[in-house]
């Protein structure tokens, strides 16, 4: 069995599925535990697949083959250290020890993706600096990627630092614990938005039976692997399999987060995982789709468009193809075709092409997509899972580039100005590109269709405004994505954004609330696929006293750019990259300009965490396991406050502190102390708590 990313989803031997995995271990040797006993077990409750917090042995992983079990290996290295600044040959042995343990067992059928970290702390992150620890985590990934290019490689990320997502990720992970089912279900839908083009897969979820019970437990975690379904995840991980822990090489006995007890028994939530059958995306009573698809001069690309649409595994849709006056040959090929409505005009446009696609349509909803595109076969059973669950009028999803083949196709991938959804929120969409659009008939009657002034570009961005002056509203469906190839060469791009200048400019002169000087004023977030990833100069919403469990980039209007595939990512090929994407822009801007237009670019406000500084820094170390969090209790004990300055957490008069604390898997902790002048106090109460201090050095 051989596990692979496939667009928003994991493929396993080609075909779509959902992983339902538990974690394993760490065990103290005298647990009782190992895989000949537990994997059988494992496999009978329900499991597919097993998260180990190792990289573990061939031993493990013949097990797991055996047992039809895939393993999900963790890396586990000293990440909860400074590997930036105090100890950079932490991560340079990471990167040693993760290669060469892929090298060795990277063909093994039992292995099915890696780990390469898990839940850097936050405070840590803060103190290394973000950007920073996103890039060494992303050349983690790329060294495993060189090495092992079949094996899906992530990173085990949590909200409290969800702007680490490394860009060069083939799926993100996340760890979340929300015992509330409600809480958890409105929290999914952001992690499409994080992930950007890639499958998203939860990597831990669970109930501690100590502070709760069993049976609140059973009903919980089956719950939480609907919903986890329902959003359109790759997978959903449970932890943990046993009450056994250990952790930092000692025994836990005050957590109890397992399937089964310490003595081995099953506690109630086992049967319950044993009869749990995952719910299917495709709701009870499906609606019919017509999937209307315009073409101009298109032989090149519509067969294989065509070919996909047939493809797509829903049982009530049809196919209608609208050919706007092409002159290439394109019509004596779709007239080849069967089981397709073809119909063909003069040269009208792209939104009159629609609108007649739309006219001759007998579905209950139109699904708009483009000729150079390749819809997912489970494109429309996500979108009628979206319809069945909402009252929107119109629900969109993901356009994902095909990984580039040539150079030319790695520039025009990664250059801006790909078509892309806003959102307002994590549910509601300002804008939905017309290579994935749907939209229910009654909704798109009302307003008259597409307008025609419209010949290449814009119609989507009129609808949709439309369609939300009317008072319908937008959805988004991250399960549900069509491929759509960007152009072929550099030139084909540059006529294409100069096209949208155009349409842009079209829009302005019908839409002038909607403008600024900088362009279309959108109200949500603009997408661009990329994984939400920190950049320098971003700043983070850390919240008092840099502990909020959910900690965001503030004020975040786009994502980060699209970054060059890696086999195309050279220093020449960026050159590249920079001048292509600023003769975009002046292109771009000209082609409003010219047809009407004030559109002058905007500038960014550098962030705050550009002028920060500090004058003196110190380290304290505890034996016990004390650090940030107790030496913060201490200080408002004693009169520091919260401070409200974002660059640090604390201040007593016009002294500022910002700590963070080693996680080393030792009981002995070092806690990392920047300060925005010398405090002559902080050092002696540490000391009375416990903490042995030394100076390091100033810095201004």
């Known amino acids: 069995m051989r596990l692979t990313v496939h667009g928003k989803h994991f493929h396993l031997d080609g075909r779509p599925h959902f992983l339902r995995t538990i974690t394993y271990g760490p065990f103290h040797s005298t647990s009782g535990h190992s895989p000949e006993k537990d994997f059988p077990e494992i496999r009978s409750a329900g499991f597919d697949s097993v998260r180990i917090y190792a990289l573990p042995d061939r031993r493990l992983l013949d097990n797991a083959a055996q047992n039809d079990l895939i393993v999900i290996a963790t890396h586990a290295w000293g990440h909860g250290c ?98 509330d089912g409600k809480a958890l279900a409105s929290y999914l839908p952001r992690l499409h938005h994080l992930a950007g083009d890639r499958p998203v897969y939860l990597t831990e979820f669970g109930l501690d039976t100590n502070r709760n019970s069993e049976d609140v437990q059973a009903a919980l975690l089956p719950a939480a692997i609907k919903s986890t379904r329902t959003a359109g995840f790759a997978g959903a991980t449970l932890y943990a399999w046993s009450d056994h822990w250990l952790n930092n090489g000692q025994i836990m006995d005050d957590w109890s987060f397992g399937l089964i007890r310490r003595d081995g028994s099953e506690k109630s939530v086992v049967p319950a995982l044993r009869e749990l059958i995952l719910p299917t995306p495709l709701p009870s009573n499906p609606p019919r789709f017509s999937v209307i698809i ?295 801007h000209w082609k409003r300009k010219q047809n009407g237009e004030p559109s002058a670019r905007s500038n960014w406000p550098e962030s705050p965490l550009a002028n920060s500084h500090t004058t003196s820094q110190l380290i304290l170390t505890h034996e016990n396991g004390l650090g940030r969090h107790e030496l913060y209790l201490l200080l408002l004990e004693h009169g520091w406050q919260p401070c409200p300055d974002p660059n640090f957490d604390l201040q007593r008069g016009s002294c500022k502190i910002l700590a963070a604390t080693e996680q080393t898997g030792t009981p002995t902790n070092r806690t990392f102390i920047a300060l925005s002048e010398p405090s002559n106090s902080l050092p002696a109460l540490a000391f009375e708590a416990g903490f042995t201090s030394a100076n390091r050095m100033v810095i201004s």
């Not at 597409?450 to 937008?474: M, S, Y």
């Open 82 to 179: 400074d590997f930036i600044t105090e100890n950079p040959g932490l991560l340079n042995q990471a990167r040693r020890d993760l290669t060469a343990w892929l090298e060795s067992h990277k063909d093994h059928p039992g292995l099915g993706a890696i780990l390469v970290g898990n839940e850097i702390p936050s405070d840590m992150a803060r103190w290394m600096t973000p950007w920073k620890v996103n890039r060494a985590l992303d050349g983690l990934i790329r060294a495993c990627q060189k090495v092992a290019p079949g094996i899906p490689v992530g990173y085990a990320n949590f909200p409290t630092t969800e702007y680490l997502e490394p860009p060069s990720a083939d799926f993100t992970a996340f760890n979340i614990y929300l015992e």
């Open 294 to 588: 315009c073409t101009r001069n298109g032989a090149g690309r519509i067969e294989t468009c065509i070919k996909a649409c047939q493809n797509i595994d829903y049982p009530n849709y049809e196919i209608i193809i609208v050919n706007d006056g092409s002159t290439d040959g394109t019509a004596t090929l779709l007239d080849k075709q069967e089981k397709i409505r073809i119909f063909h005009l003069e040269p009208s446009g792209l939104s009159a092409a629609r609108n007649h696609g739309a006219a001759k349509a007998n579905g209950e909803i139109f699904a708009f997509t483009d000729d150079d595109c390749r819809p997912d076969e489970q494109w429309l059973t996500w979108l009628a899972r979206a319809y069945s669950e909402s009252d929107y009028a119109a629900i969109g999803g993901p356009n994902l580039a095909p990984k580039p083949e040539s150079l030319a196709l790695a520039l025009t991938t990664a250059a801006p100005g790909a078509p892309t959804h806003v959102m307002i929120d994590d549910i509601t969409a300002e804008h939905l590109p017309g290579c994935h659009l749907t939209v229910k008939k009654s909704a798109f009657d009302q307003i008259d269709g597409f307008d025609p002034i419209f010949h290449t570009a814009g119609d989507d961005v009129d609808f949709c405004w439309r369609l939300r002056d009317d008072g319908f509203t937008l959805g988004f469906s991250g399960a549900s994505f069509v491929w759509h190839h960007r152009r072929a060469t550099p030139w084909k791009y540059l006529k294409q954004q100069m096209g949208y200048g155009h349409a842009e400019a079209l829009l302005f002169k019908k839409h002038p609330h909607r403008f600024s000087e900088g362009g279309i004023r959108w109200e949500g977030c603009v997408y661009r696929g990329v994984a939400l990833g920190i950049e320098p100069g971003d700043f983070i919403y850390s919240g008092p006293t840099g502990e909020a469990p959910y900690q965001s980039l503030s004020k975040m209007l786009r994502q980060p750019m699209r970054g060059l595939h890696p086999n195309y990512d050279t220093p020449f090929n960026r050159i590249l990259l920079t001048l292509l994407s600023c003769l975009q822009s002046h292109l771009r």
